[in-house]
C-alpha cells in the first residue's frame, strides 16, 4: 500500500518561506482570518541560548498526514469530513464539513504552541469572503500615481489573476465559508505525476516528497539514513512528515 510522505532537510532549509509562499498561490489560502495565522504550510521559529551564544531554528510545519489521525476519529459526520485516502493522506471533504471545528481541537499540532509560535496545521475559513477579495477590491494605490491598485490590476487581468484553478472530487480550488481546511499533500497534482507545488518550489531541495512504504524510495532512504524524526511522537499519532538533520548545523 502507498503510504506518501515527506522529508524535509533542515539542514539544506534556508527558512526562505518560497514553500508558504508556492502553498498559498496553489491553493487560493486566506492570509488571515479571525486574526489567526491561515497557512496549510507554516513556520516555527526558535531562538535559544545567550548572546552571544544563541542559536535559531526554523522548521517549516504541516499537517502530518499522520496514519493514527486524531482529527479523523474526531469528526462527526458520516461519512467522514476528514478522512484517509487509500495513499495515506489525510484528506478534507468540503460538502460534508459542518464546520464544527472538532479536528482542529484533537489535531496535537494545530494548536497555540506559546514557546515556538503559532501554527496553522488546519485552518478555519470563516465567513470573512474569497480569499482574494482583500487584494483585488482594494482601491488604494501602494506608491500614489505610481502603481496600481489591486481593483486595477484585477480589472486588467483574469480576475483574480493568481486563483490557481483546478479539480479535485472533495476538495475546491476555493473552499467555501465556516469550515476547516488544510494541506492535502496538493493531491490535485500528485495524482498527476507532478509534486506538491511547496516541494517543486524549494530553491534547496529541501522538501522531498514520496512512498514512504517502498523502501527503495528517496524518503525512505533519507528517513533510514538520517534516523529522522518526527514532531510529538509521544502522541502516538504516527505522522508522516519527517525531519532529518538540523537547521543550525551548517
Ligand atoms: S522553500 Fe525550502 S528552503 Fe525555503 S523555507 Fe521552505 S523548505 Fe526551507
Ligand atoms: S497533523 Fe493534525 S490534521 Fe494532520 S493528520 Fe495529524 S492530526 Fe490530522
Ligand atoms: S470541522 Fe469539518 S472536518 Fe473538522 S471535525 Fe467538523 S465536520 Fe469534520
Given at each position: 500500500m502507498t503510504q506518501y510522505a515527506m522529508v524535509i532537510d533542515l539542514k539544506k532549509c534556508v527558512g526562505c518561506g518560497a514553500c508558504a509562499l508556492a502553498c498559498k498561490t496553489e491553493n487560493n489560502t486566506a492570509l488571515r482570518h479571525a486574526g489567526q495565522a491561515h497557512n496549510f504550510a507554516d513556520f516555527q521559529h526558535e531562538t535559544s541560548g545567550k548572546f552571544p551564544k544563541t542559536k535559531y531554528m526554523t522548521r517549516p510545519v504541516l499537517c502530518n498526514h499522520c496514519s493514527n489521525a486524531p482529527c479523523v476519529k474526531a469528526c462527526p459526520v458520516t461519512p467522514k469530513a476528514m478522512f484517509k485516502t487509500k495513499d495515506g493522506i489525510t484528506m478534507h471533504n468540503d460538502e460534508r464539513?459542518?464546520?464544527?471545528?472538532a479536528c482542529q481541537e484533537a489535531c496535537p499540532y494545530s494548536k497555540m504552541d506559546v514557546k515556538i509560535g503559532e501554527t496553522s496545521v488546519i485552518s478555519y475559513t470563516g465567513d470573512e469572503g474569497a480569499p482574494h477579495d482583500p487584494f483585488f477590491t482594494n482601491k488604494t494605490e501602494v506608491i500614489p500615481g505610481c502603481t496600481s491598485s489591486g481593483a486595477e490590476l484585477a480589472g486588467k487581468t483574469d480576475m483574480p489573476p493568481h486563483r490557481t484553478k483546478y479539480d479535485h472530487p472533495d476538495y475546491k480550488d476555493v473552499r467555501r465559508s465556516n469550515i476547516t481546511e488544510k494541506c492535502i499533500f496538493c493531491e490535485h497534482r500528485v495524482k498527476k505525476g507532478q509534486e506538491p507545488y511547496c516541494v517543486a518550489s524549494c530553491p534547496a531541495r529541501a522538501r522531498i516528497f514520496g512512498d514512504i512504504s517502498d523502501p527503495n524510495s528517496e524518503v525512505a532512504q533519507l528517513v533510514k539514513k538520517y534516523k529522522g524524526t518526527v514532531l510529538k511522537p509521544e502522541k502516538g499519532t504516527k505522522p508522516n512528515v519527517f525531519y532529518i538533520r538540523s537547521y543550525n548545523a551548517r
Open positions: 464539513c459542518i464546520g464544527c471545528r
